[in-house]
């Protein structure tokens, strides 16, 4: 079992800036992706930022510029930085980690149970 943990959320004014975490922990050996996925009521799920474990990294247009997403291999960590936070960014931050279990021949892939960002206008 692997377990997904956030943190770093919180209540910024416009413009502010937060850094999260997704760390991850269990029977896992090996991290290949890890995507953050904002969910806020009555939007569509988007995912935002994503990276490889080889360290590529891909955005929405809606963060690019604006969201860093990065990884510490060592500790199992994902961060996503994110500048100039909008009010539209307010949503819970969940990661989704895929990888594979320490006998190197199965994939999981799990989810976290978020953290809130709050953008006041």
């Known amino acids: 079992q692997v377990q997904l943990v956030e943190s770093g959320g919180g209540l910024v004014q416009a413009g502010g800036s937060l850094r999260l975490s997704c760390t991850a922990s269990?029977?896992?050996?090996?991290?290949?992706?890890v995507g953050w996925y904002p969910q806020a009521p009555g939007k569509q799920r988007e995912l935002v930022a994503a990276?490889?474990?080889?360290?590529?990294?891909n955005y929405a247009d809606s963060v690019k510029e604006r969201f860093t997403i990065s990884r510490d291999n060592a500790q199992n960590t994902v961060y996503l930085q994110m500048n100039s936070l909008k009010p539209e960014d307010t949503a819970v931050y969940c990661c989704?980690?895929?990888?594979?279990?320490?006998?190197?021949?199965?994939?999981?892939?799990?989810w976290g149970q978020g953290t809130q960002v709050t953008v006041s206008s």
């Open positions: 989704n980690t895929e990888g594979y279990y320490t006998d190197y021949a199965t994939l999981f892939s799990t």
């Open positions: 269990g029977s896992l050996a090996r991290i290949n992706r």
């Open positions: 990276i490889t474990g080889g360290g590529s990294t």
